[in-house]
């Protein structure tokens, strides 16, 4: 399915309010979604090191297309379809299934990948097709721009930087708890980082 601009910017807010309002949606009606499906990619990391934070992701976007489509669907009533892919945390593995979906006529949108490296890694794809793409845990610095720092196009991201929020930890240790002596443990091992604390 071909979607222009203007419904490729609609349908990214729609799968951002969708994933924003998803705790807040518990209504269901009688009505089941029909007609043609709309499509969305699932790039995670459900095994290997970044599996704790993917697979919950998965559940969810699980449970909300179950709610959405027990309700009637979206857009007049077509109902919503994941597919879900495992990139294994594995930057390779995370390229190829950006383009496996990417190419995929029938996805509209993607979610994921999670892991940073994973996402630098596959953002020449994200970039060069185009499609919505939203990322739902990752946190690592720059992550949307593009190598001239502007923000890429169809890139969007939920949570905040690392850098945001390790500063906004020290902050609060230091002026809410009243800590002047911290001890911080990094654990670099999925490229997790936190900069600038001071």
């Known amino acids: 399915m071909k979607l222009n601009k203007l419904s490729k910017l609609l349908l990214s807010g729609l799968t951002l309010v969708g994933a924003l309002a998803m705790p807040f949606s518990n209504s269901v009606s009688a009505q089941e979604a029909t007609g043609e499906p709309v499509v969305l990619g699932v790039n995670l990391e459900l095994t290997g090191p970044a599996a704790p934070y993917s697979v919950p992701a998965v ?5 909300f297309v179950e709610q959405k489509n027990a309700e009637g669907g979206v857009l007049d009533g077509r109902p919503l379809e994941l597919v879900v892919l495992d990139n294994k945390t594995d930057t390779t593995e995370g390229v190829s299934l950006q383009t496996r979906l990417a190419n995929d006529e029938d996805v509209v949108a993607v979610f994921g990948p999670n892991a940073s490296a994973v996402v630098n890694a596959a953002k020449p794809v994200i970039e060069e097709n185009n499609k919505p793409n939203v990322l739902p ?18 890139l969007f991201r939920v949570a905040y930087e ?10 609060y240790v230091y002026n809410t708890l009243g800590a002047e002596n911290t001890l911080l443990i990094v654990d670099n091992a999925l490229d997790c980082q936190v900069h600038n604390l001071v």
Do not use: H, K, M, P
């Open 59 to 63: 559940e969810a976007f699980e449970l």
């Open 137 to 154: 845990a990752t946190t690592g610095d720059g992550l949307t721009l593009d190598s001239n720092g502007e923000a890429v196009e169809n």
């Open 162 to 171: 690392d850098s945001y929020q390790g500063r906004a930890g020290a902050e």
